[in-house]
């Protein structure tokens, strides 16, 4: 009995840390509509693709992952509005990792002039909104 309950710490104490981002940083990045109508987001890393998502107006989509060891990865968003596209990196890094931080949160302000990043989930304008990029 003892053996069995040992086993079971270990493999619960394993598939936590297999879970969790233990080496590297955790990414969380948010994406909301801001625009009056539905958009279509793609996100994809060149291991990862998360696949077509439809936002209605305020709608939200996040996703999160672990960062490779040398923190390289990257995640593509594709997005269109009508007969709007875009294409950008959601991680934007200069932006959105801050020193000292095993967690970065990226969020993401679709709006119909363009894409606005924050590090923090507040509310629009605030100067803490970045103007990142127009609709192409």
């Known amino acids: 009995m ?3 309950l040992i086993h079971l710490i270990l493999a619960t104490t394993f598939v936590s ?6 080496f590297t940083p955790k990414w969380k990045v948010y994406i909301t509509n801001a625009t009056p109508d539905n958009i279509v987001v793609h996100v994809r890393s060149k291991d990862d693709d998360l696949g077509n998502h439809t936002l209605p107006s305020s709608g939200e989509y996040d ?6 060891f040398l923190g390289t990865s990257r995640f593509n968003g594709e997005f269109w509005w009508g007969q709007k596209y875009q294409i950008l990196d959601v991680l934007a890094r ?3 990792q801050r020193f000292g931080f095993r967690v970065y949160d990226c969020y993401w302000l679709v709006r119909p002039d363009g894409f606005y990043v924050s590090t923090l989930n507040i509310s ?3 100067p ?4 990142y990029k127009a609709w192409g």
């Open 63 to 68: 996703f999160s992952f672990c960062d490779s």
């Open 124 to 126: 629009f304008p605030d």
């Open 2 to 4: 003892p053996r069995l």
């Open 128 to 131: 803490l909104w970045s103007f």
């Open 17 to 22: 840390i297999a879970t969790s981002c233990f």
């Open 94 to 96: 200069s932006k959105c």
